[in-house]
Antibody, heavy 120, light 107 residues
Framework: EVQLLESGGGLVQPGGSLRLSCAASGITFRTYAMSWVRQAPGKGLEWVSGISGSGGSTYYADSVKGRFTISRDNSENTLYLEINSLRAEDTAVYFC?????????????WGQGTLVTVSS | SYELTQPPSVSVSPGQTARIPCSGDALSKQYAYWYQQRPGQAPVLIIYKDTETPSGIPERFSGSSSGTTVTLTISGVQAEDEADYYCQSADSSGTWVFGGGTKVTVL
């Protein structure tokens, strides 16, 4: 059974930093590109960042470029998102998502999300 | 970057058919994917590559494509189909994008 378990969210002050983790199980982790997708309270889904299976290629939405860093440890089956210079508009549930085996531009498994709240 | 446009809401009576369009220039070149999200839950993939249905997804869910518009169709809508639905695609440079989402209300 595929499982993605996010952690690391919490309450942080504006300008602060946070590191989110996503532990994967039930898959050959290194085989799949992964992404982070966020959802602000009451709002829609927003793709934030993606990384290739090897970790050699990374991608970012314009809204987070320069502040967020995605990485992965294939030996630990874990995906990370380092978030710096946090702003109120970064408040959201952050989901990790696995790219689909049958349609590599889509996501077939999602974690339950971790909530990041940016507030003073 | 590019955009995908969906109607904010669709209302349908039980047993009827709901259709949710999603438009964007990139859809003429890249596949679309559809997700269902119930309140407080993670999204679930219900359509991939415009028209394909993952195993375990009810047959009443189907997808179609024409030019720069893709459409999610829910035939014989049931109360449990009340949820938010999102289309999604990506470009060749490694940018993914979601539509704004459509709230389906079962009357």
């Amino acid at each position: 059974e595929v499982q993605l378990l996010e952690s690391g969210g919490g309450l942080v002050q504006p300008g602060g930093s946070l590191r989110l983790s996503c532990a994967a199980s039930g898959i050959t982790f290194r085989t799949y590109a992964m992404s982070w997708v966020r959802q602000a309270p009451g709002k829609g889904l927003e793709w934030v960042s993606g990384i290739s299976g090897s970790g050699g290629s990374t991608y970012y939405a314009d809204s987070v470029k320069g502040r967020f860093t995605i990485s992965r440890d294939n030996s630990e089956n874990t995906l990370y998102l380092e978030i710096n210079s946090l702003r109120a508009e970064d408040t959201a549930v952050y989901f990790c998502a696995k790219t689909s085996a049958v349609g590599p531009l889509g996501f077939d498994y999602w974690g339950q999300g971790t909530l990041v709240t940016v507030s003073s | 970057s590019y955009e995908l446009t969906q109607p904010p809401s669709v209302s349908v009576s039980p047993g009827q058919t709901a259709r949710i369009p999603c438009s964007g220039d990139a859809l003429s070149k890249q596949y679309a994917y559809w997700y269902q999200q119930r309140p407080g839950q993670a999204p679930v993939l219900i359509i991939y590559k415009d028209t394909e249905t993952p195993s375990g997804i009810p047959e009443r869910f189907s997808g179609s494509s024409s030019g720069t518009t893709v459409t999610l169709t829910i035939s014989g809508v049931q109360a449990e189909d009340e949820a938010d639905y999102y289309c999604q695609s990506a470009d060749s440079s490694g940018t993914w994008v979601f539509g704004g989402g459509t709230k389906v209300t079962v009357l």
